[in-house]
């Protein structure tokens, strides 16, 4: 008889590879101890809405109610104030408040255009309208909403408002130090605006300012005067090479002083005209005609006066008054954070 031939082992049965596979068939439900010890899904503490609406009530001037029913969790996440007043315990708050039968009043001061502002967020609307971007600042502020308070500040210089509000709006947010910003624009403007050019709510807007900026308009209409009776003076000739000899810029210093006095001091002193600007002052001596005093000397000293670009101290008085009414609003620096690298 033939011997039998031995059977060899598949190449992929050694390793039990196919032989382990779970046929087709058989169930793959895993037991129940492997569903225990298997983590759990958790919720995103950060997108997990809870779905809760709430109904807001909010005065449309002059007699008109607005209800607004909204998600409450993205309004947490954007208000320090909202996320505190929703975040106590469900049981100490009233059952029917925040439902349209009962809904939660905001107060007189956030009207529901200002509540709209907020709603809407501030990527939907036009930051070119002034009123947009300082309701959003309001409302952000009331209800402790940073970004968007935030947004809102960085807009504010760019709405280009009157000085005056511009200061008000200073010393209502002064808490920020974002706020530092606005005051240099708003110190330009009144100190180019006469002070009896502003109204009573202007006066009221500018405040405890309002000193630092009379004293600050005094100090330059001094250096106008200073002008006024010690005319600038001519440029010095080079000594060596003199194109205006002695003989002749004699007669360069008596023009000089005499049409400075009777065309240029007039205008600094005017009493009815706006105060000269010094780009005013440069151009009109530009323009006056000193008979005798040579083209040389005159251009000499055009070019010295125009290498100032204001009178002489009102650079000083400007970044004082700045810094007089940064210090008077207590306005905080922005908090440098220094990271190790
Ligand atoms: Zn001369």
Redesign the pocket.
């Known amino acids: 008889m033939d011997e039998p031939v031995p059977v060899q082992p598949s190449p992929f049965a050694d390793q039990g590879l196919i032989g382990t596979f779970p046929p087709p068939y058989q169930s793959q439900a895993p037991s129940t101890s492997i569903i225990q010890n298997q983590p759990q899904p958790s919720k995103s503490p950060q997108f997990w809405d809870s779905g809760i609406m709430v109904v807001f009530s909010a005065e449309l001037p002059p007699h008109h109610t607005i209800l607004y029913r909204v998600l409450i969790d993205s309004l947490r996440c954007r208000s320090k104030v909202l996320d505190d007043i929703f975040g106590i315990p469900p049981s100490t708050q009233s059952q029917t408040q925040g439902t349209e039968v009962n809904p939660i009043a905001l107060p007189a001061s956030i009207t529901a255009e200002k509540f709209e502002s907020f709603l809407i967020g501030w990527n939907e609307f036009d930051d070119k309208v002034a009123a947009n971007i300082l309701n959003l600042l309001d409302i952000s502020a009331l209800l402790e909403a940073d970004g968007a308070l935030s947004y809102a500040m960085s807009k504010v210089v760019g709405l280009n408002l009157p000085a005056p509000q511009l200061l008000g709006l200073a010393w209502r947010h002064r808490a920020h130090p974002q706020v530092r910003d606005w005051i240099e624009p708003a110190v330009m403007g009144l100190l180019s605006t006469p002070l009896r050019c502003h109204n009573v709510e202007q006066e009221s807007s500018i405040g405890l300012a309002y000193p630092i900026i009379a004293k600050a308009r005094e100090r330059i209409q001094e250096a106008r005067l200073v002008l006024a009776a010690i005319p600038f003076q001519?440029a010095p000739?080079d000594i060596l090479f003199?194109?205006?000899p002695d003989e002749?810029?004699q007669?360069?210093?008596k023009s000089w002083l005499f049409f400075w006095y009777q065309n240029i001091t007039v205008e600094l002193i005017h009493p009815t005209k706006p105060p000269l600007s010094y780009s005013g002052l440069v151009q009109l001596v530009e323009k006056t005609k000193f008979e005798n005093?040579?083209e040389?000397?005159k251009s000499r000293t055009m070019e010295c006066m125009k290498s100032y670009h204001d009178y002489p101290t009102v650079p000083d008085v400007f970044h004082a008054a700045v810094s007089d009414i940064v210090q008077l609003f207590n306005i905080p620096h922005e908090i440098q954070i220094y990271l190790d690298v």
């Open positions: 001519l000739r003199p194109e205006c002749l810029h007669y360069c210093e005093l040579q040389g000397c």
